[in-house]
């Protein structure tokens, strides 16, 4: 088999140690080194001192971003590959085993480089990936507020679409003072939830004992608390994400997207488009295009594979709120799918769409352009309307009659 890199090194990335293994040509020296910055250090200089063209490692946990980050500010050339494209043969199972078992495949080119964006994006990830979390959680926090409210024989979430909007917090706060009168919710209350006095009366009228009084003030605290921590970071993600506002106008115009979530696609993907041969490499990649089964000649459903998981959530949540523009081709192609293929395939294949659509617009510079409501209308119009003809002659509805001259 040709080798295609004379000179190179295979690392098994462990939280406390690296298994290394250095090959040049049929001759190989195995080391192992430790995980801090000065080992790391050792082992960056041992391989700049062998010449080495080309590292490879497992992208196991968070554990190999140490050694990338050090290898990479000295110039190495450094390969993170999918643990699953490169499984040693069964019963052969060692650290070293597993080192040589990987220099050997990357010197004969048989491995697969991961996608790795430059250390402002990976930044840039972790920041954005963290409010996600704090979005997620407060998100949790928030239902744990409605099953003790419950709990109290307080249905406020009965009545009120937010139970953190201002009037919300003003009458659950009543509700824990024992102070629920007419006149009281009128005064805490504000917009369209003052013309539900009646129902807020029924809805506050709870039982609320010192422990769950107790329990409610330190849920609110905590979703407080959250809430302060996602406008720092917010902060953050704007401060450090100047010069995606171009991009990040660009995509606020697609149906369903925000400017959070223009910022969360923006940090996963970048604005270089050149790295994705294809829209359709990019939606595997993203793991929101159908998988491959194919057997005996025919084509089975086959499903989404893991993908990004961050970006994936993010264009469904996208693409269910894009649906509910009705004049939109999101709104079509969501409406044409959903009837034969759920609501769950639906939602996805809106996701795919948007992707394709951010993928062209950020290669091409070009602006967002909806397809409009009557895309699918447009193709083989005569077959549709024998379609449905027949589907209106099944119901009893018989077309006019002529008429006579």
């Not at 700049?48 to 063209?53: F, P």
């Not at 999918?82 to 080119?109: F, Y």
């Not at 409605?146 to 009037?167: D, M, R």
């Not at 290669?363 to 027949?390: A, S």
Request: proline share 3%.
């Amino acid at each position: 088999m040709q080798i295609l890199y004379e000179r190179c090194c295979g690392i098994d990335v462990h939280k406390k140690m690296l298994a290394v293994c250095f090959k040049a040509g049929k001759k190989q020296q195995l080391r192992e080194f430790g995980t801090h910055t000065q080992a790391l250090q050792e082992l960056a200089d041992w391989l700049l001192q062998e010449n080495c063209q080309q590292v490879a490692m497992e992208s196991t946990g968070s554990y190999w971003k140490p050694i990338y980050n050090v290898l990479e500010l000295l110039g190495l050339e450094i390969m993170v590959v999918n643990a699953q494209h490169m499984k040693a043969v069964p019963g052969r199972k060692t650290d070293m085993k597993d080192a040589e078992w990987i220099a050997d495949l990357l010197q004969h080119g048989l491995l697969k480089s991961s996608y790795i964006p430059d250390r402002h994006q990976r930044e840039l990830r972790e920041v954005t990936r963290y409010r996600k979390s704090l979005v997620e959680e407060r998100a949790r926090e928030i239902n744990r507020l409605e099953k003790t409210l419950e709990g109290c024989n307080i249905k406020l979430s009965s009545v009120v679409s937010h139970l953190t909007g201002l009037s919300s917090r003003n009458l659950i706060g009543v509700a824990l003072d024992g102070d629920v009168t007419p006149e009281r919710i009128e005064e805490v209350s504000y917009g369209k939830v003052k013309e539900k006095k009646e129902e807020l009366l029924k809805a506050l009228a709870g039982a609320v004992s010192p422990v769950q009084k107790k329990l409610i003030q330190a849920i609110l605290s905590h979703i407080d608390d959250m809430t302060q921590r996602i406008n720092e970071v917010d902060d953050i993600i704007t401060s450090e994400m100047q010069k995606y506002e171009q991009a990040i106008k660009a995509l606020d115009e697609i149906p369903g997207i925000g400017r959070q979530s223009a910022e969360t696609i923006l940090a996963e993907i970048g604005l270089d488009m050149s790295r994705f041969p294809s829209a359709a490499h990019l939606a595997s990649w993203v793991g929101v295009c159908p998988g491959n089964y194919q057997s005996a000649g025919k084509r089975k459903k086959g499903k989404t594979n893991k993908g990004n998981p961050t970006l994936k959530t993010t264009l469904v949540q996208c693409a269910k709120t894009a649906v509910k523009k009705k004049d939109s081709f999101f709104r079509a192609q969501y409406e044409r799918l959903s009837v034969r293929r759920g609501a769950n395939r639906a939602t996805m294949a809106v996701a795919h769409s948007i992707l394709i659509a951010i993928y062209h617009m950020l290669k091409n510079g070009q602006p967002f352009v909806d397809l409009g409501v009557d895309y699918y209308h447009q193709f083989n119009p005569e077959r549709k309307i024998n379609r449905y003809l027949k589907k209106l002659s099944e119901l009893g509805w018989l077309p006019p009659a002529p008429a006579v001259s």
